[in-house]
């Protein structure tokens, strides 16, 4: 009975990992050929290329913030040709469902309550579309601090 309770532990914890994937995959199919704003989009990417062009913000251009999001953006730049708002979608779409699905378990282990399988995954559906409909899906600053506070805060909770 105890190796049976283990492989159905070890398959929900897949499924933990893998759930955000696939609803972050089906958002970006279904949603991010919507209201495409290159304005708003490209800022945070054109100024991962100045950074990879060798430019060094705040010395060779202005900038208002620290350059943690052009930094951490600057792959997607170097990677994604013609494709790189499509790619910096997914990747905010990737963030906003990581974020979702830490959110519940980050909650369950502060308050010390053990939370069902299944209400941990409508709860992290339940995050995600609050999450998502709440700013326009791109790469932004403000996603990426919740991303970064978000696995963090679960390393932290994890206890061991």
């Not at 350059?67 to 494709?83: F, K, Q, T």
């Not at 559906?125 to 899906?137: D, G, M, Q, R």
């Amino acid at each position: 009975m105890p190796v049976e309770s283990a492989r159905q532990e070890s398959s929900f914890r897949l499924a933990w990992l893998l759930l955000p994937l696939f609803v972050a995959l089906a958002a970006h199919l279904a949603f991010s050929r919507i209201g495409f704003s290159p304005t708003d989009e490209g800022w945070v990417l054109a100024h991962s290329r100045r950074i990879l062009a060798g430019e060094i913000p705040h010395r060779d251009y202005f900038k208002i913030q620290l350059a943690g999001s052009e930094i951490l953006h600057a792959p997607e730049v170097l990677l994604g040709g013609d494709y790189i708002f499509w790619i910096s979608r997914l990747v905010a779409w990737l963030q906003i469902a990581v974020i979702a699905w830490a959110w519940p378990e980050i909650m369950a282990r502060l308050m010390r309550r053990d939370l069902s399988e299944w209400r941990r995954i409508a709860l992290g559906l339940v995050c995600f579309a609050f999450t998502a409909s709440t700013f326009p899906c791109m790469v932004w600053p403000t996603f990426d601090g919740l991303f970064l506070i978000s696995l963090g805060l679960l390393l932290m909770t994890r206890g061991g």
